[in-house]
T-cell receptor
Framework: NAGVTQTPKFQVLKTGQSMTLQCAQDMNHNSMYWYRQDPGMGLRLIYYSASEGTTDKGEVPNGYNVSRLNKREFSLRLESAAPSQTSVYFC??????????????FGPGTRLLVL | AQTVTQSQPEMSVQEAETVTLSCTYDTSESDYYLFWYKQPPSRQMILVIRQEAYKQQNATENRFSVNFQKAAKSFSLKISDSQLGDAAMYFCAYCFATKVIFGPGTSLSVIP
């Protein structure tokens, strides 16, 4: 099992360009998440998908859109990149048990630099 | 609103010694999960240990153990017999339903 995979690993964009970050998981998890990590801070939730067909905003959704393509795949799109979106982006997936979300498993991250 | 605080931005420990990383959180919920994640220079987020709030017994995983004080809302991580490979950022995280809150992290250095 590959777990959670992300592409690309690293990307440089110019201000105003668009791009999509891809994420896939092979653990048959229902829930998937996108986080960003900035220096000196923990991870902040951008968007999540509790189950296939649903998406919801997290703590910092502005400037992003997401698509839950199917149970395996959850993409994050930057329509018009800004330097403030320079960050490391992590995708994660998890399962639920007894009404509680269980352990989140993370992808390797995507480093994004917006010039 | 739930918050997670890690009051030690940096810590260091001698190889083979024991170190404790602190974490406090704020919540009004009674059932939830708490996690410690390790992030080495590779940036991969690796689960170290987890604790279900309804369990009174402290979780242990080999050299890693927690001291979970539910009433005090405290969740510290103890690393015994520290190894060079333990050097990393450590994040405490609180999880309830779809809400996951991470602390700002503690950078742990291991001195040979």
């Amino acid at each position: 099992n590959a777990g959670v995979t992300q592409t690309p690993k690293f990307q440089v964009l110019k201000t105003g360009q668009s791009m999509t970050l891809q994420c896939a998981q092979d653990m048959n998890h229902n829930s998937m998440y996108w986080y960003r990590q900035d220096p000196g801070m923990g991870l902040r939730l951008i968007y999540y998908s509790a189950s296939e067909g649903t998406t919801d905003k997290g703590e910092v959704p502005n400037g992003y859109n997401v698509s839950r393509l199917n149970k395996r795949e959850f993409s994050l799109r930057l329509e018009s990149a800004a330097p403030s979106q320079t960050s490391v982006y992590f995708c994660a997936s998890s399962e639920w048990a007894g009404g509680l979300q269980e352990t989140q498993y993370f992808g390797p991250g995507t480093r994004l630099l917006v010039l | 609103a739930q918050t997670v605080t890690q009051s030690q931005p940096e810590m260091s420990v001698q190889e083979a010694e024991t170190v404790t990383l602190s974490c406090t959180y704020d919540t009004s919920e009674s059932d939830y999960y708490l996690f410690w994640y390790k992030q080495p220079p590779s940036r991969q987020m690796i689960l170290v240990i987890r604790q279900e709030a309804y369990k009174q017994q402290n979780a242990t995983e080999n050299r890693f153990s927690v001291n979970f004080q539910k009433a005090a809302k405290s969740f510290s991580l103890k690393i015994s017999d520290s190894q060079l490979g333990d050097a990393a950022m450590y994040f405490c995280a609180y999880c309830f339903a779809t809400k996951v809150i991470f602390g700002p992290g503690t950078s742990l250095s291991v001195i040979p």
